[in-house]
C-alpha cells in the first residue's frame, strides 16, 4: 500500500508539473501568425539568445510562400498571449532568402509604442502594412523585430518570413533608400533599451506611427544608430504601385503623435484590435494632390462634424486635403487644401482614400466634446458617427466622441490618415 500510495503522489506531481509546463508553453511571448514564418512547425516564441540574430537561425524551411503585391495591405498577427505590456516594433525586409549576421534588412514599417497592444493584459492586436511604391520583386525575407515594454530585461523577439514580391520594381534604388533595422537589444551588440520605455527608434523609416506616446526614450550605446534626416523613396523608373504611396519629395518625413484609437473586433473571446497603419505624413510643403488619385469624391452625406486634421495650432496634424482653403496648422505641418484632393473616402480604404470625408469642410472640428448616445447592437464594437465621430457599444449603448486629429473613423474602423 505505501508503494502505490508513493507512486499514486508521484504520478499526481508529474502530471501537474507536466500540464504547468505546457499550458506556460502555449501561453508564453508570441509568435508570428501572418505572414507565415519559416519553420512554423519548430519557431520559438522567446527572444533571442546569443547567437540568435537574425531569424532566431533556423533552417530557412519554407512552410508557405507569402506572396506580396506592392501596395496592397497586408496583415500582420500573432500566436501567443504574453504581451509585456506592448513595445516597439520594425518590419524589415532583407533581399537575402537565407540571411545571416552579415546580412542587410531595411525597415518598411515602425510602430513607436503600443505594438502588440497599447494596453497591458489584453491580446495582441492585428496590423496592416503594405510594401513601398518601387520596392524589389522577387523572393526576399520579411522580419518582425519586438522590443517589449514591461520585460524587465533586454529583450529581442524576432521572427522572419518568406516572401514572394511582385508589381514592384526591377532594381533595388528605394530599397537602398529606407533605413536599416534597429540594432536595439541584438544579443552582443551595445544598443540597449531604458528599462520599461517604449523604444522610439532613430530613423524608424517614412512609414510609421506612434500608437502609445508615453514612456517613450531612445536606445543607449555606442552602437545605436544616429538619428538622421529622414526622406521620400526615390522614384524607381521600373517600380509601380498604388498611387496613395509615399510622394516623392525630400521634405517627406514620419512624424508621429497620435494615438489612434483602435478598433474592435467581434470574433473571439478577448479583444482583438486592427489598426491600418499604411500613411506617410509631411514636414515641410505638402505636394499638390493629382488628378490621377485613387481616392473616392468626399462623401456628402457626412455627418454633423468637419474634419478634425488640419484644426488651427494642432501639433504635429497632418493636414485634411479636403478642407477648403484652411492654412490652420502648426509649424512644419500643413494643414491646408483646395478641397479638391484626394481625402474623403467614406469606405475606410487604405491609400488616398482616407481623407476627412466631409466636402469643403473649414478644417477645424466644431465638435468639442462628446455628443448624445444612440443604440447599437455589437457590444464593443467601434460605431461611427460619420467620418469624424466614433464610439464603443456599451451593453447597446453609444456615447459619441471626436476622433483624435489625423485620424478618421470609417466602416466601424478608426484609421490613420494618409497624405
Known amino acids: 500500500m505505501v508503494k502505490q500510495g508513493n507512486t499514486s503522489s508521484m504520478f499526481t506531481l508529474a502530471t501537474a508539473l507536466a500540464i504547468f509546463g505546457f499550458s506556460t508553453t502555449i501561453d508564453a511571448h508570441l509568435k508570428l501568425a501572418t505572414p507565415v514564418p519559416y519553420d512554423k512547425a519548430t519557431i520559438q516564441l522567446d527572444p533571442l539568445r546569443a547567437g540568435q540574430f537574425p531569424c532566431q537561425v533556423h ?80 523572393q526576399a525575407t520579411l522580419s518582425w523585430t519586438w522590443n517589449s515594454l514591461e520585460a524587465g530585461q533586454d529583450e529581442l523577439y524576432m521572427n522572419c518570413a518568406p516572401i514572394a514580391v511582385t508589381g514592384g520594381s526591377d532594381d533595388k534604388t528605394v530599397y537602398n533608400s529606407l533605413p536599416d533595422l534597429s540594432k536595439v537589444n541584438i544579443p552582443g551588440v551595445d544598443c540597449k533599451q531604458v528599462e520599461n520605455t517604449n523604444p ?142 484626394s481625402s474623403g473616402g467614406s469606405d475606410g480604404s487604405m491609400g488616398g482614400s482616407m481623407g476627412g470625408g466631409s466636402s469643403g469642410s473649414s478644417g477645424a472640428s466644431n465638435s468639442t466634446g462628446s455628443s448624445a448616445g444612440s443604440s447599437c447592437s455589437t457590444n464593443g464594437a467601434v460605431v461611427c458617427n460619420g467620418s469624424t465621430q466614433f464610439g464603443l457599444c456599451n451593453n447597446g449603448n453609444v456615447v459619441f466622441q471626436p476622433v483624435a486629429a489625423g485620424t478618421t473613423c470609417s466602416n466601424g474602423q478608426i484609421m490613420r490618415r494618409r497624405i
Open 59 to 138: 533552417t530557412y524551411v519554407v512552410t508557405e510562400m507569402n506572396n506580396m503585391t506592392v501596395g496592397s495591405p497586408q496583415t500582420l498577427s500573432f500566436d501567443g498571449s504574453a504581451t509585456h505590456g506592448g513595445g516597439s516594433c520594425q518590419l524589415a525586409v532583407s533581399l537575402d532568402e537565407k540571411p545571416t549576421a552579415q546580412s542587410t534588412f531595411k525597415v518598411i514599417q515602425s510602430w513607436i509604442g503600443g505594438c502588440p497592444v497599447t494596453t497591458s493584459g489584453a491580446n495582441p492586436s492585428k496590423f496592416q502594412f503594405t510594401l513601398p511604391k518601387g520596392f524589389p520583386n522577387g
Open 200 to 341: 522610439d527608434y532613430a530613423n524608424p523609416g517614412a512609414d510609421a506611427t506612434t500608437l502609445v506616446s508615453k514612456s517613450l526614450a531612445a536606445p543607449t550605446g555606442a552602437a545605436c544608430e544616429k538619428k538622421t534626416a529622414a526622406a521620400a523613396p526615390p522614384a524607381s523608373s521600373g517600380s509601380s504601385g498604388s498611387s496613395g504611396s509615399a510622394p516623392a519629395s525630400s521634405s517627406a518625413a514620419p512624424t508621429s503623435s497620435v494615438d489612434p484609437a483602435p478598433s474592435a473586433s467581434a470574433s473571439g473571446s478577448g479583444t482583438s484590435t486592427t489598426f491600418a497603419t499604411s500613411f506617410y505624413t509631411v514636414t515641410g510643403g505638402a505636394p499638390a494632390p493629382t488628378s490621377g488619385s485613387n481616392s473616392t469624391a468626399p462623401s456628402s452625406g457626412s455627418s454633423s462634424s468637419n474634419s478634425t486634421s488640419g484644426s488651427s495650432g494642432s501639433s504635429g496634424s497632418s493636414g485634411s486635403s479636403g478642407s477648403s482653403g484652411s492654412s490652420g496648422s502648426s509649424s512644419g505641418s500643413p494643414g491646408s487644401g483646395d478641397g479638391s484632393s
